[in-house]
């Protein structure tokens, strides 16, 4: 499985995206879970705060009554004020109940009807109360003490205060399971959402983790390729030096050899030559004195003698030159290149001005396109090339038209491009390769040439690290294009 | 021994380059004897040791062919340019090679005239003619001159 992946990439992406969304629904939850559990809480406390409410109203009522009793049978004044107290803390009491159940109907109802027993209870009382401190009526408030209603009303009062409480309790004990289960719920939703934080920061982690160590994996490899590709690189370059080498050995060896029994056919037809004269002689003598002596084939040979051997020289004469030109192709690849800052512009503009005569013969003109690109490389190869690629388009120009080369350069990247461009007659594109062959020759031959040039030419383009290719029809004028390395670097060609 | 005549020692291996060398040196119209050698082994042998050879006996002239089967040229030149004896004897340098460097380093070992075997035979006939002017001209020196 490779890290790298573009599926990979995505399934990881869509995974972090689901935990996160996975975390956020868990934390929404335990929120919830948080305040489900808080409100439970709460309507625990309220069932506690009513009951407490409750009690406190139950005893109010039984001090008060207890007052009471206490005032009727001793008329003591602590008695009385401690009547009086309670009475005036009940209707707070009360109110606190009803205040606190408002929210359930079924304990409304009771409320009222405990709000109505203490109130007859509470009137009752003050009734009591009010006839017990005029003294002559203490036994009237004694009597209708023991007749009264309170007895009832208090015992009324308890039973539905105490029916309110086993409701309350029963509330409670509702409200705290209540409260459990959302404290359960919480818990269980905390820990999911632990487990989730848990499991996505593994996960990242794990991704994490995973990326590193790929990351150091491919560093790793690209290290290694970079190292073996140095390698090759720099094993390639000497095999193609030696090869380099080797070739030009060959035809330096392959020339001189060559010229050496050529310097025999040469030197022997010569001789021949010479022998040509005493023995033309020879036979104008023995055909003006003794015809019979001379047979055709003599005659013959007399005049065949001349032609055999002009073929001959002529021939000698055609190999030394095919010789030669391979010798300077040799000598030209052995050369060290020296690089040098060249401008392009004042090159050109020096071999338009050195061509100038020709130009002027042959009614035509050169630009030279400004700016050049500056270029770092041989200056006596480029000049050579140059200056060859401008004879040639003043060589084979169209007789149809004015003659007109225009020399272009640009930069494109590490490379320098230059077109030499001419109206001239053109190539066939079947033969845009073969022109570069050395001794190959393209078109009408209507020229003197071996068919060297542009041989030449490739030879010293290849050597600067470049290349040249043709763009071109047959009628069309042609396009050279020179691509060399801006910066001639002599550690990789040699 | 400032009599003697001079010895043409020509070292070739090609015959038919000895032969054209040798009809122009006649032509020329210098009668030296001319001794051939086609290798260098062979030469070397003459040269140093050989009773009738330059070390030993008398003034001589060589021509040198710089392609040899069996050794270069320049090796010969060096030897004979580090033999005490030897050295003044003038050796001409004949061969197809053009090339500046290896005449330059003819010159520099010691060679008294490079001459370029051309394939045009008028101007190769002539460059033999101009060698026998050559020889006309010198008087070998006498061993332990200057």
């Given at each position: 499985m490779t890290l790298t992946g573009r599926g990979f990439r995505r399934a990881v992406l869509g995974a972090m995206l689901v935990g996160f969304v996975l975390l956020l629904t868990a934390g929404g939850a335990a929120l919830l879970a948080a305040r489900e559990s808080q409100v439970r809480s709460s309507w625990v406390v309220h069932t506690f705060e009513v009951e407490r409410a409750l009690d406190r109203l139950t005893i109010l009522t039984e001090q008060l009554e207890t007052a009471r009793r206490g005032y009727l049978l001793w008329h003591h004044d602590t008695a009385l004020s401690n009547y009086r107290a309670r009475s005036h803390d009940i209707p707070a009491a009360l109110d606190e109940i009803t205040r606190l159940t408002r929210d359930n109907p079924e304990q409304r109802v009771r409320v009222a009807a405990i709000a109505r027993l203490v109130e007859s209870h509470r009137r009752s009382v003050q009734q009591t109360v009010e006839r017990a401190e005029s003294a002559n009526l203490a036994v009237r408030a004694m009597a209708d003490f023991s007749v009264d209603e309170s007895f009832f009303s208090m015992r009324s009062l308890r039973t539905t205060i105490g029916a309110m409480k086993r409701a309350e309790e029963a509330l409670l004990a509702e409200r705290t399971a209540a409260e459990d289960r959302a404290g359960l719920v919480l818990n269980v939703v905390l820990s999911v959402t632990g487990a989730l934080v848990l499991l996505v920061i593994g996960g990242a982690l794990w991704v994490v983790l995973r990326y590193t160590a790929d990351l150091d994996r491919s560093q790793d490899e690209l290290r290694r390729l970079n190292t073996g590709l140095e390698e090759a690189v720099a094993a390639r370059t000497a095999e193609l030096s030696r090869a380099n080498e080797e070739i030009q050995r060959f035809a330096y060896i392959v020339s001189h050899d060559l010229r050496s029994p050529l310097v025999n056919v040469m030197g022997f037809t010569a001789e021949l030559e010479a022998t040509i004269a005493p023995l033309t002689e020879l036979i104008d003598r023995a055909d003006a004195e003794?015809?019979?002596?001379?047979?055709r084939e003599a005659r013959g040979a007399k005049a065949d003698l001349p032609e055999a051997i002009g073929f001959i020289r002529a021939s000698t004469q055609k190999m030394d030159r095919l010789i030669n030109a391979i010798l300077r192709l040799s000598r030209e690849g052995r050369r060290t290149l020296s690089p040098a800052s060249i401008d392009l512009a004042a090159l050109t503009a020096a071999i338009r001005d050195s061509v100038q005569h020709r130009l002027g013969e042959v009614g035509g003109a050169i630009d030279v396109a400004q700016p050049m690109p500056p270029l770092v490389s041989d200056r006596l190869a480029i000049e050579q090339i140059l200056s060859n690629l401008i004879e040639n388009a003043i060589k084979y120009r169209d007789p149809a038209r004015p003659l007109h080369v225009a020399v272009s350069g640009r930069r494109e990247g590490e490379r320098v491009i230059v077109d030499v461009a001419d109206n001239g007659r053109g190539i066939a594109p079947a033969d845009h390769e073969r022109i570069?062959?050395?001794?190959r020759r393209a078109g009408v031959q209507d020229q003197p040439g071996e068919g060297l040039g542009l041989a030449h030419v490739r030879a010293l383009a290849y050597r600067l690290g470049g290349v040249i290719t043709c763009i071109s029809s047959l009628g069309q004028g042609a396009t050279f294009r020179l691509s060399l390395p801006a910066v001639l670097d002599t550690e990789g060609v040699r | 021994m400032s009599e003697h005549s001079v010895n043409i020692i020509m070292i070739e291996d090609d015959e038919g380059h000895a032969r054209l060398i040798e009809k122009n040196i006649r032509r020329a119209g210098i009668a030296n004897a001319i001794r051939h050698f086609v290798d260098g082994t062979k030469a070397l042998a003459h040269l140093?040791?050989?009773?009738?050879?330059p070390a030993r006996n008398g003034p001589a002239l060589i021509l040198l062919d710089l392609n040899l089967p069996d050794m270069s040229g320049i090796d010969i030149l060096a030897k004979i340019k580090a033999d005490a004896k030897l050295r003044r004897t003038p050796v001409v340098v004949l061969t197809t090679t053009d090339d500046k460097q290896e005449i330059q380093r003819c010159y520099d070992l010691g060679a008294n005239v490079y001459i370029t075997k051309p394939v045009n035979y008028e101007s190769f006939a002539k460059a033999i003619q101009q060698l026998g002017l050559f020889l006309s001209v010198i008087q070998v020196p006498e061993v332990g001159e200057g």
């Open positions: 003794a015809p019979a002596l001379v047979s570069f062959e050395l001794f | 140093f040791d050989d009773p009738d050879g």
